[in-house]
T-cell receptor, first 118, second 114 residues
Framework: GAVVSQHPSRVICKSGTSVKIECRSL??????MFWYRQFPKQSLMLMAT?????????EQGVEKDKFLINHASLTLSTLTVTSAHPEDSSFYIC??????????????FGPGTRLTVL | KQEVTQIPAALSVPEGENLVLNCSFT??????LQWFRQDPGKGLTSLLL?????REQTSGRLNASLDKSSGRSTLYIAASQPGDSATYLC?????????????FGIGTKLQVIP
């Protein structure tokens, strides 16, 4: 099956710093990637849709200036949490779907990144 | 707005037992429903995907059913093993809106006791 990786798997940072999380599709091209956030004992909530070569689409309530998304290639999307605060501490998960008609209907998820802001 | 509920929130069973996890959704206008497994601190692993036109899907010891009209899906795990211990999530994709509108349940945390 298709593999999606994330880096880093875990990051601890001081309040006010910026953190970049990478999401890569390892064996397929992903025209669209999705960024989710999961708080403890809550369901995954979509933050934004990342489209290769264009601006990301953010869900209601997600600050686009705080969560910068770049999808520079068909295999890489990055999420930068700018000026992180303790309330940004969460589990961030990306997913991707294979582009085109052969892509099917499945989403493939990365292993997640645990962000802790002190 | 679609709401996805999973019952029970947690389940503990002895090894070897067959079990059923439930997922219900409020809007039956779905494109597909997907069951995932999530290990602690890890991402999601897709288990089964059921298209709206399908009634069930099987993979090994797993069987997922879908009753779209009643807004229900079940995940049946046969002969449970300690390695099955994880949180199981169901996710519903609507007919309109694409992946952006996928709604996840909170999950059922399963513990299989050796």
């Amino acid at each position: 099956g298709a593999v999606v990786s994330q880096h880093p798997s875990r990051v601890i940072c001081k309040s006010g710093t910026s953190v970049k999380i990478e999401c890569r599709s390892l064996d397929f091209q992903a025209t669209t990637m999705f960024w989710y956030r999961q708080f403890p004992k809550q369901s995954l909530m979509l933050m934004a849709t990342s489209n290769e070569g264009s601006k990301a689409t953010y869900e209601q309530g997600v600050e686009k200036d705080k969560f910068l998304i770049n999808h520079a290639s068909l295999t890489l999307s990055t999420l930068t949490v700018t000026s992180a605060h303790p309330e940004d501490s969460s589990f961030y998960i990306c997913s991707a779907r294979i582009g085109g008609r052969a892509g099917g209907n499945e989403q493939f998820f990365g292993p997640g990144t645990r962000l802790t802001v002190l | 707005k679609q709401e996805v509920t999973q019952i029970p929130a947690a389940l503990s069973v002895p090894e070897g037992e067959n079990l059923v996890l439930n997922c219900s959704f409020t809007d039956s206008a779905i494109y597909n429903l997907q069951w995932f497994r999530q290990d602690p601190g890890k991402g999601l692993t897709s288990l089964l995907l059921i298209q709206s036109s399908q009634r069930e899907q099987t993979s090994g010891r797993l069987n997922a059913s879908l009753d779209k009209s009643s807004g229900r899906s079940t995940l049946y795990i046969a002969a449970s093993q300690p390695g099955d211990s994880a949180t199981y999530l169901c996710a519903v994709r609507p007919i309109s809106g694409g992946y952006q509108k996928v709604t996840f349940g909170i999950g059922t945390k399963l513990q299989v006791i050796p």
